[in-house]
């Protein structure tokens, strides 16, 4: 005799494995192989440990055996990282069914070891910004260890060569274990220069399309996001379009500020706390709070 139970979970079992709900049409994607969140930690942590080894995935023992440290990392981190990529162009809808997945997937791989020594070079020049703008840093290897920012704009910098490359997903993944770690949300779409510098960084917002010029630093909280969104004829956000700040040369922008739009903060300015930009300023400009009106109030009086 069917129990009641078993008839309710047969019921929502039906119900789930459907097709007819147009609502999540999207979910079809059962029988490919989809892309592992565990692998792609681990190419996070082999990526750490081959931009500054030492300090990630163990210790070097003496410096004639890092050839072999590098050597195996990077030999493991293409396997894994080919095998992701072959994963994501099944799971892509756009490229079902092509007959050289795997072969692109191995060549992507292929392209993105090759920039290694680029990522690292980036990467240093934004250690040495935080040195130079931190009076706390004692050295090099505490920030390395220990700045959330550094940790971030690995994966940044790393996501972004991935998605220059035509790597779908991944670079999205990469980007927001680097949002849940550190608090700091960067799309890897973003393009940012050299020594760039995030101080603190919680809550730091860069969007997909914003161009961030050489020694620019943000403190915690700041966004540069969108100000709005264009709709197409169907009400549907149009993608791809450029709606986030420029931020040139050499800008200050400090904690919780908005610049919002696309719009230009231009070289050698600085951005106070807490302040609202949605218009572009020219170079060497110095936009700050409007001062607080000071008054005294009794019983409450003029909340």
Known sequence: METKSGSIIEEVVKLLSGHGDAECEFLGHHEQ???????????????????????FGGPVLRQRSLHHFLGVR??????????????????DTENN???NAVEDAAEAARQFTELLPDIRKKLCTDVKAIYDGDPAAKNYGEIIFCYPSIRAMINYRAAHALLSLGVPLIPRIIAEMAHSETGIDIHPGAHIGDHFCIDHGTGVVIGETCIIGNHVRLYQGVTLGAKKF???EDGNPVKNLPRHPIIEDNVVIYSNANILGRITIGKNSVIGGNVWQTVS???????????????TFTDGLGI
Request: negative net charge; without cysteine; proline residues 6%.
């Open 97 to 99: 069914g092509s007959t």
């Open 230 to 232: 264009a709709l197409d």
């Open 33 to 55: 192989l989809l892309p592992s969140i565990e692998k792609l930690e681990e190419v996070v942590e082999l990526l750490r440990s081959i931009i500054f080894p030492g300090y």
């Open 281 to 295: 300023v020219p170079p060497n400009s110095r936009v700050l709070q409007q001062k607080a009106v000071e008054s």
């Open 74 to 91: 990077i030999e493991k981190l293409y396997g894994l990282l080919a095998e992701q990529i072959l994963s994501v162009l099944h799971f």
